[in-house]
Protein backbone atom coordinates (compact mmCIF):
# COMPACT_ATOMS: atom_id res chain seq x y z
CA UNK A 1 0.00 0.00 0.00
CA UNK A 2 1.48 3.47 -1.06
CA UNK A 3 2.61 5.15 1.68
CA UNK A 4 1.70 9.46 2.34
CA UNK A 5 -1.99 9.37 1.41
CA UNK A 6 -4.34 10.41 3.88
CA UNK A 7 -6.11 7.50 4.57
CA UNK A 8 -3.89 5.02 4.32
CA UNK A 9 -3.35 4.21 7.79
CA UNK A 10 -7.03 3.93 8.78
CA UNK A 11 -7.82 2.05 5.38
CA UNK A 12 -5.17 -0.54 6.78
CA UNK A 13 -6.36 -0.89 9.99
CA UNK A 14 -9.59 -1.91 8.35
CA UNK A 15 -8.20 -4.31 6.61
CA UNK A 16 -6.45 -6.42 9.36
CA UNK A 17 -9.52 -5.80 11.45
CA UNK A 18 -11.39 -7.28 8.21
CA UNK A 19 -8.44 -10.17 8.68
CA UNK A 20 -8.75 -10.96 11.83
CA UNK A 21 -11.81 -10.29 12.58
CA UNK A 22 -12.89 -13.75 14.54
CA UNK A 23 -9.81 -13.38 16.41
CA UNK A 24 -9.46 -9.83 17.67
CA UNK A 25 -9.58 -9.53 21.38
CA UNK A 26 -10.11 -13.33 21.56
CA UNK A 27 -6.28 -14.37 20.76
CA UNK A 28 -5.43 -11.24 19.03
CA UNK A 29 -4.81 -7.92 18.92
CA UNK A 30 -3.98 -5.67 15.85
CA UNK A 31 -3.12 -2.10 15.34
CA UNK A 32 -1.92 -1.06 11.43
CA UNK A 33 0.79 -3.44 11.41
CA UNK A 34 1.47 -4.23 14.53
CA UNK A 35 -0.14 -8.13 15.15
CA UNK A 36 0.05 -9.59 18.75
CA UNK A 37 -1.72 -13.08 19.20
CA UNK A 38 -1.59 -13.85 22.88
CA UNK A 39 -2.55 -17.16 24.61
CA UNK A 40 -3.18 -17.79 28.18
CA UNK A 41 -1.81 -21.75 27.90
CA UNK A 42 1.88 -22.58 26.15
CA UNK A 43 0.18 -25.70 24.79
CA UNK A 44 -2.67 -23.65 22.90
CA UNK A 45 0.12 -21.01 21.15
CA UNK A 46 0.35 -23.25 17.95
CA UNK A 47 -3.13 -23.27 17.55
CA UNK A 48 -3.63 -19.61 17.71
CA UNK A 49 -1.05 -19.11 15.40
CA UNK A 50 -2.24 -21.07 13.25
CA UNK A 51 -5.43 -19.40 12.64
CA UNK A 52 -3.28 -16.23 12.47
CA UNK A 53 -1.01 -17.73 9.34
CA UNK A 54 -4.38 -18.70 7.46
CA UNK A 55 -6.30 -15.90 7.64
CA UNK A 56 -3.40 -13.66 6.84
CA UNK A 57 -3.09 -16.47 4.11
CA UNK A 58 -6.37 -16.07 3.15
CA UNK A 59 -6.19 -12.49 2.26
CA UNK A 60 -2.94 -12.42 0.81
CA UNK A 61 -0.59 -10.60 3.76
CA UNK A 62 2.55 -10.99 4.34
CA UNK A 63 5.40 -10.94 7.42
CA UNK A 64 8.59 -9.63 7.18
CA UNK A 65 10.40 -12.69 9.40
CA UNK A 66 12.63 -10.35 10.88
CA UNK A 67 10.59 -8.63 12.95
CA UNK A 68 8.48 -11.13 14.32
CA UNK A 69 9.24 -12.99 17.77
CA UNK A 70 7.08 -16.33 18.55
CA UNK A 71 6.88 -17.80 22.19
CA UNK A 72 8.26 -14.72 24.34
CA UNK A 73 6.74 -13.50 27.60
CA UNK A 74 7.33 -10.34 26.92
CA UNK A 75 7.03 -8.55 23.46
CA UNK A 76 7.42 -4.90 22.36
CA UNK A 77 3.73 -2.67 21.33
CA UNK A 78 3.49 0.48 20.26
CA UNK A 79 6.78 1.65 22.37
CA UNK A 80 5.32 -0.45 25.20
CA UNK A 81 6.52 -3.55 26.90
CA UNK A 82 3.33 -5.82 27.05
CA UNK A 83 3.28 -9.08 29.46
CA UNK A 84 1.39 -11.00 31.33
CA UNK A 85 1.61 -8.45 34.41
CA UNK A 86 0.97 -5.15 32.27
CA UNK A 87 2.08 -2.45 30.62
CA UNK A 88 5.47 -1.43 31.09
CA UNK A 89 7.81 1.80 29.87
CA UNK A 90 9.98 1.68 27.44
CA UNK A 91 13.77 1.31 28.79
CA UNK A 92 15.06 2.69 26.11
CA UNK A 93 12.58 5.96 26.58
CA UNK A 94 13.47 6.47 29.92
CA UNK A 95 16.94 6.13 29.30
CA UNK A 96 16.79 9.25 26.85
CA UNK A 97 15.22 11.13 29.39
CA UNK A 98 17.80 10.66 31.97
CA UNK A 99 20.21 11.20 30.24
CA UNK A 100 18.85 14.84 29.71
CA UNK A 101 20.55 17.40 30.85
CA UNK A 102 19.28 20.57 33.28
CA UNK A 103 17.50 23.07 30.59
CA UNK A 104 19.67 26.11 29.52
CA UNK A 105 16.37 26.95 27.15
CA UNK A 106 13.05 27.04 26.42
CA UNK A 107 13.80 24.76 23.60
CA UNK A 108 14.84 21.84 26.46
CA UNK A 109 12.28 22.41 28.84
CA UNK A 110 9.79 21.80 25.60
CA UNK A 111 11.65 18.49 24.18
CA UNK A 112 11.65 17.45 28.10
CA UNK A 113 7.99 17.97 28.50
CA UNK A 114 7.52 16.57 25.28
CA UNK A 115 9.07 13.12 26.81
CA UNK A 116 7.08 13.18 29.75
CA UNK A 117 3.69 13.59 27.59
CA UNK A 118 4.79 10.63 25.68
CA UNK A 119 4.96 8.27 29.11
CA UNK A 120 2.84 10.64 30.77
CA UNK A 121 0.46 7.40 32.00
CA UNK A 122 3.05 5.85 33.86
CA UNK A 123 4.27 9.24 36.46
CA UNK A 124 1.38 9.39 39.08
CA UNK A 125 0.15 13.15 38.53
CA UNK A 126 2.62 14.22 36.26
CA UNK A 127 0.50 17.65 35.62
CA UNK A 128 1.60 18.79 39.21
CA UNK A 129 4.83 17.78 39.57
CA UNK A 130 5.34 18.86 36.23
CA UNK A 131 3.73 22.22 36.56
CA UNK A 132 6.98 24.87 37.19
CA UNK A 133 8.40 23.25 33.58
CA UNK A 134 4.88 24.10 32.17
CA UNK A 135 4.70 27.59 33.34
CA UNK A 136 7.94 28.25 32.05
CA UNK A 137 6.37 27.17 28.39
CA UNK A 138 4.11 30.69 28.50
CA UNK A 139 7.46 32.84 29.10
CA UNK A 140 8.74 32.75 25.48
CA UNK A 141 9.79 36.24 25.53
CA UNK A 142 12.16 35.52 28.31
CA UNK A 143 13.65 32.52 29.90
CA UNK A 144 14.92 31.97 33.13
CA UNK A 145 15.64 29.01 34.68
CA UNK A 146 14.21 28.29 38.92
CA UNK A 147 14.86 26.26 41.97
CA UNK A 148 11.28 25.20 41.83
CA UNK A 149 11.43 24.15 38.32
CA UNK A 150 15.02 22.24 38.91
CA UNK A 151 13.17 20.49 42.01
CA UNK A 152 10.41 19.04 39.17
CA UNK A 153 13.19 18.50 36.60
CA UNK A 154 14.97 16.19 39.18
CA UNK A 155 11.93 14.42 41.06
CA UNK A 156 10.66 13.89 37.72
CA UNK A 157 14.24 12.06 36.62
CA UNK A 158 14.30 10.10 39.89
CA UNK A 159 10.80 8.86 39.72
CA UNK A 160 11.50 6.93 36.31
CA UNK A 161 14.19 4.97 37.94
CA UNK A 162 11.23 3.22 39.34
CA UNK A 163 8.61 3.57 36.45
CA UNK A 164 5.12 2.21 37.48
CA UNK A 165 3.76 -1.38 35.64
CA UNK A 166 0.17 -0.53 34.46
CA UNK A 167 -2.44 -3.20 35.08
CA UNK A 168 -3.99 -5.19 32.35
CA UNK A 169 -7.75 -5.63 33.68
CA UNK A 170 -9.63 -8.56 33.34
CA UNK A 171 -12.57 -8.99 31.24
CA UNK A 172 -15.73 -7.95 33.55
CA UNK A 173 -13.55 -6.97 36.65
CA UNK A 174 -14.42 -4.28 38.53
CA UNK A 175 -12.53 -0.32 38.28
CA UNK A 176 -12.54 2.68 40.00
CA UNK A 177 -11.66 5.95 39.43
CA UNK A 178 -9.88 8.14 41.52
CA UNK A 179 -9.59 12.25 41.25
CA UNK A 180 -7.26 14.37 42.83
CA UNK A 181 -8.04 18.24 42.52
CA UNK A 182 -6.31 21.50 43.78
CA UNK A 183 -6.99 25.14 42.07
CA UNK A 184 -4.19 24.44 39.38
CA UNK A 185 -4.83 20.63 38.29
CA UNK A 186 -6.90 18.27 37.95
CA UNK A 187 -5.25 14.48 37.92
CA UNK A 188 -7.69 11.31 37.29
CA UNK A 189 -6.26 7.47 37.54
CA UNK A 190 -8.30 4.24 37.18
CA UNK A 191 -7.26 1.06 39.10
CA UNK A 192 -7.94 -2.24 39.57
CA UNK A 193 -8.26 -3.94 43.52
CA UNK A 194 -6.33 -6.99 43.84
CA UNK A 195 -5.62 -8.74 46.89
CA UNK A 196 -2.99 -11.37 45.46
CA UNK A 197 -1.05 -8.38 44.17
CA UNK A 198 -1.24 -6.82 47.60
CA UNK A 199 -3.18 -3.66 47.05
CA UNK A 200 -4.72 -1.27 43.93
CA UNK A 201 -3.55 -1.04 40.46
CA UNK A 202 -3.49 1.36 37.95
CA UNK A 203 -4.52 0.57 35.02
Known amino acids: MTFGLRNVGATFQRCMQKCLLKQL ?13 KTKKRSTLLEDLKETFENLCRFQIKLN ?53 SIGRFISRLGEKALPLYQLLKKTTHF ?31 MCLYIAANSQMVSTVMVVERKEDSGVLPV
Open 25 to 37: GRNAHVYVDDIVV
Open 144 to 174: EWNDKADEAFLQLKKMLTTPTVLAAPAAKEP
Open 65 to 117: PEKCMFGVPVGQLLGFLVSEGGIECNPVKIKAIERMEVPTRLRDVQQFTVCLA
